[in-house]
């Protein structure tokens, strides 16, 4: 059953001749619990459709479903109500809050909601843990190295337990060993049952995924699996 | 956690940026408060300034012959020839509604004779009284008690009178008990006696001529009391000295005006210092902000997230801000009062006003950042990170 619809989705950037179409008529459909990867170079627009299936983009033209959902439909409130609901953010930078420890940013995208402050401490820890980091609750994203920040933000995006993940070249700043143990999560929770769209530029990273999407001057140009991506690459 | 938490440990983490903030609105309200606590001081002070001042209420027989003056002061019409006060009736006077604001009655017969064998205005006064209604009176020598009299500067000077020299007045021999020093009023041409005493010489006891009332105290409702005098003396006339009374308001809402204009000056400049500073820390945290839209907070929430603190600083400031203010009054006090003297009081009311001028300052002022933070699209603001 696919989790998420695209049809026809359009973005530009800019106008008349510096116009950009960032995303040129995309359609894809992603089942629940399938890890998708989105490739491409730079300029690609797979950001731009990360951005879009984030609801944090709208597109000029095109429908997005979810569950069910036809998320542009929504209003501003209820398209933040939905992210928070139904997808999880990691970012490339972390975008982990300077201020507030590891699991204060990992109840961040609890605190609108009216539960117990336990509660709140107890899930972020479940959270943290579930991606290695007990112990480290009370660290700020400053004491920890850049693969727990990651982490950090994986935990974050999974507090909530939202059914899809997006991951925007979530190894872009980690070293080797810190980008195949991110990879290695993201494999697991994919196997856990939840619906994960990747973008990168690796083709180490996109061969974790089960299916492997290519992009290039905003459209997609065919796919393939991971596991055919990993031969390919060895 | 929840948003005010969010706001709180955002506060604490940047506490040069919140201590700027706090410094802006706690400088507004600690103006607002040091001003306004020593209006409130020197209006008191002023209050018993002018009650030590004089008479502001004077009561003369009803008449409807010609108009004198007296100390320069125009008022209501009195003869010495028409119906006199009966001295009986002045104990009407302290049992008027309210009594309690009157401070000093002071009866005085007044009557033409001779001393020296020249024409004279001889006045009898009661001295217990005088000394509140005139304080500016200073005697060479002594209050004149029975047998003795006290000549105003300038009957001192025509009559030739010295303290303790003798004088002829209706026939009778007294003693200069002291003579008055110039007062530049009516005073100066008078010859003083005791009440009694002036009454037996002009013949007029149990009577007199005038009387003044002291009844200047914060707040005091002078033509109210002039209407309850006119009652309890049916014969007379109660006037209040309007030129006191008006300078003394107008004195006191001068110096208020003057407080309140400066206060919502520094408040202003407080309200643009969060302003600023808060308008510079949305712009700093756009991409946290980008976080907080994208993992799911609503725009309102966003909002609330940004005046929460605005909320939690004028809070802060407001109360500091009362104390600081209250400290800075004390210290300014000796500078501007006469006495060099006297305190400011704890007020609640003040302590109130403190905290919503800060509340209202701080959060006006933080609507508009608040605003731009809950507008900012999440996509873009992630782009800065």
New interface residues.
């Given amino acids: 059953m696919s989790m998420i619809i695209a049809r026809d989705l359009v973005k530009t950037y800019g106008k008349g001749s510096s116009l950009v179409r960032a995303l040129d008529s995309v359609s894809l459909e992603i089942d629940a619990g399938q890890f998708t990867a989105v490739m491409g170079p730079s300029g690609s627009g797979k950001s731009t459709l990360l951005?879009v299936l984030?609801a944090?983009?709208t597109p000029e033209g095109g429908s997005y479903l979810v569950d069910g959902i036809e998320v542009f439909s929504l209003g501003?409130?209820q398209r933040?109500?939905?992210?928070?609901?139904y997808?999880g953010?990691v970012?490339q930078?972390f975008?982990l809050?300077?201020?507030?420890s590891l699991a204060?940013n990992v109840?961040?995208?609890?605190?609108?909601k009216r539960l117990p402050?336990k509660e709140?401490?107890d899930m972020a820890h479940v959270a943290l843990a579930r991606v290695g980091l007990e112990g480290k609750e009370k660290r700020l994203p400053s004491e920890v190295s850049g693969g727990e920040q990651e982490r950090a933000a994986v935990a974050?995006a999974l507090v909530?337990q939202p059914p899809i993940l997006l991951a925007d070249e979530p190894t872009g700043n980690l070293d080797q060993a810190n980008t195949q143990r991110m990879m290695e999560l993201l494999k697991r929770l994919g196997s856990e049952g939840m619906t994960i769209v990747m973008v990168t530029h690796s083709p180490a990273c996109a061969s974790y995924a089960d299916r492997v999407l290519n992009m290039a001057d905003g459209r997609l140009q065919g796919e393939e699996t991971g596991k055919a991506l990993a031969a390919v690459c060895g | 956690m929840n948003l005010t938490d969010i706001a709180l440990l955002n506060l604490r983490r940047k506490k040069a940026k919140a201590a700027f903030v706090l410094a802006g609105l706690l400088t507004g309200v600690a103006t607002m408060v040091a001003l306004m606590g020593l209006g409130s001081a020197l209006t008191h002070e002023i209050n018993h300034k002018l009650e030590k001042y004089g008479a502001n209420i004077l009561i003369t027989p009803k008449s409807d012959q010609l108009n004198l003056s007296y100390g320069g002061l125009s008022l209501g019409g009195f003869s010495f020839d028409a119906r006199e006060i009966r001295q009986a009736d002045l104990a009407g006077i302290r049992k008027i509604k309210n009594s309690a604001n009157v401070a000093a009655v002071g009866p005085m017969v007044l009557g033409r004779t001779e001393a020296a064998g020249r024409p004279v205005l001889l006045a009898g006064v009661d001295w217990n009284e005088a000394r509140i209604l005139k304080p500016w009176w200073k005697l060479q020598g002594k209050e004149p008690g029975p047998g003795q009299v006290a000549p105003g500067a300038e009957a001192a000077r025509l009559l030739g009178l010295t303290t303790g020299s003798r004088v002829k007045v209706a026939g009778r021999e007294l003693t200069v008990s002291g003579v008055l020093e110039p007062t530049g009023s009516q005073d100066d041409h008078l010859l003083f006696m005791p009440l009694a005493s002036a009454q037996e010489i002009l013949g007029k006891q149990g009577l007199v001529s005038l009387v003044e009332v002291a009844a200047l105290c914060k707040d005091c409702p002078i033509e109210a009391m002039v209407s309850q005098i006119d009652q309890a003396l049916p014969g007379a006339k109660a006037v209040a000295i309007q030129s006191v009374v008006k300078g003394r308001m107008e004195a006191i809402a001068h110096f208020k005006r003057f407080a309140l204009g400066v206060s919502l000056l520094v408040a202003l400049l407080g309200a643009l210092v969060v302003l600023v500073t808060m308008m510079g820390s949305v712009k700093e945290r756009t991409g946290e902000i980008g976080i907080f839209r994208a993992i799911g907070f609503r725009s309102g929430q966003v909002m609330r997230v940004v005046l929460t603190e605005a909320l939690i600083l004028s809070a802060a400031a407001g109360l500091l801000g009362y104390g600081a203010g209250h400290l800075a009054g004390e210290l300014a006090l000796p500078l501007f009062s006469q006495d060099g003297g006297g305190h400011l009081a704890w007020d609640p009311s003040l302590a109130g006003a403190a905290l919503a001028l800060a509340l209202v300052c701080g959060s006006a002022a933080s609507l508009y950042p608040a605003w731009m933070a809950s507008r900012l699209d999440p996509a873009q603001a992630l782009r800065t990170l």
């Fill in positions: 951005a984030g944090l983009n501003q409130d933040a109500d939905f992210r928070r609901e997808l953010f970012f930078s975008n809050v300077p201020y507030l204060e109840m961040l995208p609890l605190a609108i402050k709140k401490l974050r909530n």
